[in-house]
């Protein structure tokens, strides 16, 4: 007989509780063309006939290229990296509760936490947590139990931080009584250190920001540190290649560093699945959500590796857990330690400067197009946001329909309170991005804008 894990009362009555009218409303921001959009398989057809009607309709994105990133990005991933992840040991291995029976896992999470530390220059890292949006809000949890000479529960959060993120750590945190504070965004792009009145826990820095704009991470630690508040430094962990590590910012560095692993070996698969990190400093170990994987000697003096801290509600009372929804996401995080370990250091700052390089590339001939220029000038990793002389959502469609993701609109998350970003695009070139490539982008971007103009006269 079929499993069916929910009745219909189930599912009516889950809907209610959630405001929902049906199950298509939940799925209500996906274009209708798209959910509509058969695939025009018939009813019977053989695997073989099945698997090539399926080849064919993926190979129409082939020619597709992307230039769009804002926490999700095109980069090479050698072959070998997902070979050896696909492996039964790891697909299919179980979470290494027992530690005699799970060293092979134990010991790549243990060399992916000192990867991350030496990124970082943190004290510690985690085994992870589900994405960076979570990681944040994750952060901002820990920050308030470590700081202990703080009388609020307020948390001071960057303009300039992603949007994604900021939602996310408040739905994580909303009903704990914590107020995350958003800072205004300077005219370059930018946070500066604010005249804020009051008792805050924490201030969290993004580094690059959502703009690509490098912040001045130094002066922001001090300034923190001076009003009694930890700092939490979200990253690109490729870009800590070829910047200054959080450890290292302004005169003892940020307290608590998270952020996205995508960049390291995970396809972009359509905006998803992805890994979170954090790290830390070793006298907030205790804070610090999710496991630990340590490295010990067994009684014949072999090393060995074990769960070492487990301070989350599967391990301990639930009253005492540090965070009740800390998943790990294993799988990715094995994928990004072999990625690592196959890349190295220096092939990390290798690709981390030929993605800085083709963005600058990028900017500057986009901008030799009429009505288009930099809306910041500051210095940048990997993203540009550009000033179009039209709405950039238009122009965003326009580009998609010639096979090339042009970049994400900003009027979504700033035009409400700044109408300028309506014509606002952040763009991004990864390693990936050929001059060639560059080329297409441009010439298609001048003749979608010369046909925009168009139109509106």
């Not at 290292?248 to 890994?275: K, R, Y």
Request: aromatic content about 6%; glycine content about 8%.
């Amino acid at each position: 007989m079929p499993f069916i894990p929910h009745t219909q009362n189930d599912v009516d009555s889950m809907l209610t509780a959630i405001g929902a009218n049906s199950i298509e409303t939940l799925f209500d921001e996906i274009p209708a063309a798209l959910r509509a959009a058969p695939l025009q398989i018939d009813d019977g057809v053989s695997e073989m006939a099945m698997l090539a009607r399926l080849s064919e309709l993926a190979s129409r994105d082939d020619d597709v290229v992307c230039f769009a990133g804002a926490g999700c990005y095109d980069h090479h991933i050698p072959s070998a990296v997902w070979d050896l992840t696909a492996r039964g040991e790891f697909l299919t291995a179980y979470t290494p509760y027992q530690a005699e029976a799970s060293q092979g896992t134990l010991q790549l999470i243990y060399e992916f936490q000192s990867m991350m530390t030496a990124l970082t220059g943190m004290d510690v890292s985690n085994a992870s947590v589900y994405d960076g949006a979570s990681a944040v809000g994750e952060a901002a949890l820990m920050a308030l139990r470590s700081n202990k000479a703080a009388k609020s529960r307020r948390v001071l959060v960057a303009g300039t931080v992603h949007p994604h993120y900021l939602e996310a750590a408040r739905n994580l945190v909303r009903n704990q009584g914590v107020q995350l504070e958003t800072l205004p965004i300077s005219e370059h792009g930018v946070t500066r250190a604010p005249d804020v009145a009051g008792d805050f826990a924490a201030l969290v820095i993004a580094q690059p920001n959502f703009f690509g704009q490098l912040e001045d991470v130094h002066a922001l630690t001090d300034w923190a540190h001076s009003q009694g508040a930890l700092v939490i430094a979200v990253v690109n962990p490729l870009s800590l290649s070829v910047l200054a590590p959080p450890g290292q910012w302004g005169e003892t560095g940020a307290d608590v560093v998270c952020g996205d692993g995508q960049p390291l070996g995970i396809p972009m698969a359509s905006g998803g699945p992805s890994f979170g990190f954090l790290c830390t400093r070793m006298k907030f170990v205790r804070q610090m959500p999710g496991r630990i994987i340590g490295r010990t000697v067994d009684t014949d003096g072999k090393t060995g590796f074990a769960l070492t801290l487990q301070a989350r509600e599967q391990h301990i009372r639930r009253g005492k857990a540090t965070s009740n929804i800390c998943t790990n996401q294993g799988l990715l995080v094995t994928a990004a330690t072999i990625h690592m370990s196959i890349v190295g250091a220096e092939g990390l700052a290798e690709v981390a400067r030929a993605c800085h390089g083709n963005t600058q590339r990028l900017a500057d001939r986009l901008c030799q197009i009429e009505g288009v220029s930099k809306r910041y000038s500051g210095p940048g990793f990997h993203e540009q946001v550009l000033q179009l002389p039209v709405v950039a959502s238009d122009v965003v469609e326009r580009l998609a329909r010639e096979r090339i993701l042009g970049g994400v609109s900003l009027a979504p998350y700033f035009a409400a309170t700044d109408s300028s970003f309506e014509n606002a695009l952040l763009v991004c070139a990864t390693e990936k991005r050929t001059a060639a490539e560059i080329e297409r982008f441009a010439v298609t971007l001048e003749r979608v804008l010369q046909e925009a103009a168009g139109e509106r006269t």
